[in-house]
């Protein structure tokens, strides 16, 4: 067989086959990478500590940067392209005092993945949907609440798509891996001692990062496209998103080279303007996927 993708999503699929060749290199690399945001992560928690309050801007970047490299990465099985990137994402997720985060995070982005902008999309519901096209201003107010807004959105997309019998697949969540992850963040909170303040400040900002994110990624005034390629602050190449939602398994390394050479299609500046001020800057739609 030939290559399976389309050639202009070619070259990140022979590179990623290049660097699996040593199936070390992308798991050491992303241990050095998450490893060093971790640290920094420490380093500005002792800053903001000493009074330097504005650090929170660069904790909450890292922290989005870290949740990229070790939950976003192992929810896709690309750190290891084996069952040990859950166990990855996992402690990941502990370490950053957030255990219950990782397996709903890999079951909903799972979902979103295989629904890409359908009315059966976590990311995309309904609720959030109408929140942007006729009341911009409360949608920007809920979006900036870390977690609670989403799940919100995520239970009552569960209870909608219960009652139009739709079939969507999707991954289990394992309860005993939130179980052990808690007792890492246990480990951490009794061991470092962060201050709260700190943690809540940095969950704030991740949160905005992640919003502006998805701004940058399924908005824009193109309905053809899917998703939209762009730089991101600390992105760990994320921003190559079309190419990532065509090749999920790609790790976030391989992704970030091939960002270099990509034509980028939107900017987080045109995102910020777009749903600040343009009515006609939307989220892209498609058809609802048949599952059967």
């Not at 067989?1 to 070259?11: D, L, V």
């Not at 390394?253 to 987080?268: E, I, M, Q, Y």
């Amino acid at each position: 067989m030939g290559n399976p993708f389309s050639p202009s999503q070619s070259y990140e699929f022979q590179l990623e086959q290049s660097l699996r060749k040593r199936s070390w290199l992308i798991p050491t690399v992303s241990f050095f990478a998450a490893a060093g945001l971790y640290w920094g992560i420490g380093q500005l928690m002792q800053l903001f500590e000493a009074g330097h309050y504005w650090v929170i801007l660069f904790s909450g970047m890292l922290a989005h940067a870290f949740f990229i490299v070790v939950v976003h990465d192992g929810a896709h099985k690309s750190i290891t392209r084996g069952k040990m990137d859950r166990i990855i994402m996992n402690i990941g997720s502990g370490l950053m005092l957030m255990p219950f985060y990782a397996e709903p995070f890999r079951k909903f982005h799972l979902i979103h993945h295989s629904n890409t902008n359908t009315d059966v999309d976590p990311l995309w519901p309904d609720t959030k949907k109408n929140l942007y096209d006729n009341h911009r201003f409360f949608y920007l107010m809920c979006t900036m609440i870390p977690l609670l807004f989403t799940l919100y959105l995520i239970v009552t997309q569960q209870r909608k798509v219960k009652k139009m019998n739709r079939v969507v697949m999707s991954p289990r969540m394992n309860f005993y891996h939130i179980a052990w992850s808690s007792l890492i963040s246990a480990t951490v909170i009794y061991l470092a001692r962060p201050s709260l303040t700190f943690v809540l400040c940095t969950l704030l900002v991740l949160n905005m990062f992640s919003v502006l994110r998805h701004w940058c990624e399924h908005l824009g005034y193109n309905n053809e496209h899917e998703s939209n390629t762009f730089w991101f602050p600390m992105g760990m190449g994320i921003g190559n998103h079309d190419v990532h939602h065509h090749i999920p398994h790609l790790s976030w390394f391989t992704l970030w080279l091939g960002l270099w050479k990509r034509p980028k299609t939107t900017s987080v500046f045109r995102a910020i303007y777009g749903v600040l001020f343009d009515k006609k800057f939307e989220h892209y739609m498609a058809e609802p996927h048949n599952h059967g």
